[in-house]
């Protein structure tokens, strides 16, 4: 594994950047000509170090290692703490995710209500190129985030009435038992 200053340097001189672009690429922001973002990152504990960010005009994005002498935001964690969330957020599940997606076989589609009145919208995850059998989620879009976030438990939500489940039932409870690793809500 490299170095602990080695992941902070490329995350913040490398993927920060790469990330910036391709998201302002796509998404230009308009309307900010004349301006200046500064965010101070300082990681904290053994390997602490801090990285400035600069962002002008909404469009050019400078990294300083070392930081900023006067930044608007300062966000301040341990250095561990950061090496943990990048290493269970990009390594650690990918294998057990794997394992446990590898052999379903069904459709999942979540619809979240957006407004009141408006049809759901709908993301369709066919897995390993099945249709049948299928199971159809529906709630509103804070519930779906107190979901995910493990704020709320998936059979309180449907006990309240709070998220509405159709299809295969057995299919649903098979998704809940082999991914409950990775919803910190259903564990």
Do not use: C, W
Not at 134 to 156: K, Q
Not at 176 to 184: C, D, E, G, H, Y
Request: aromatic share 8%.
């Amino acid at each position: 594994m490299p170095e602990v200053t080695e992941i902070f340097e490329k995350f913040f001189e490398g993927v920060v950047p790469q990330m910036f672009d391709t998201i302002t690429g796509v998404f230009p922001v308009s309307g900010m000509e004349g301006t200046t973002f500064t965010l101070q990152v300082n990681l904290t504990g053994d390997h602490g170090t801090a990285y400035g960010i600069t962002i002008k005009d909404a469009k050019d994005l400078t990294v300083t290692p070392g930081g900023l002498d006067d930044p608007m935001l300062t966000v301040e964690l341990p250095a561990s703490l950061f090496v943990d969330i990048i290493k269970s957020t990009v390594s650690s599940p990918m294998p057990d995710l794997y394992n446990a997606a590898k052999d379903v076989q069904g459709t999942i589609v979540f619809e979240p209500l957006l407004r009141e009145g408006q049809p759901p919208l709908s993301v369709k995850l066919i897995m390993n190129q099945a249709d049948d059998p299928n199971i159809t989620l529906s709630a509103d879009v804070p519930t779906f985030m107190r979901l995910m976030n493990g704020e709320e438990s998936p059979p309180t939500a449907f006990m309240q009435g709070k998220i509405k489940i159709d299809g295969n039932l057995p299919f649903g409870m098979e998704l809940m038992n082999k991914f409950q690793a990775f919803m910190p809500g259903m564990s």
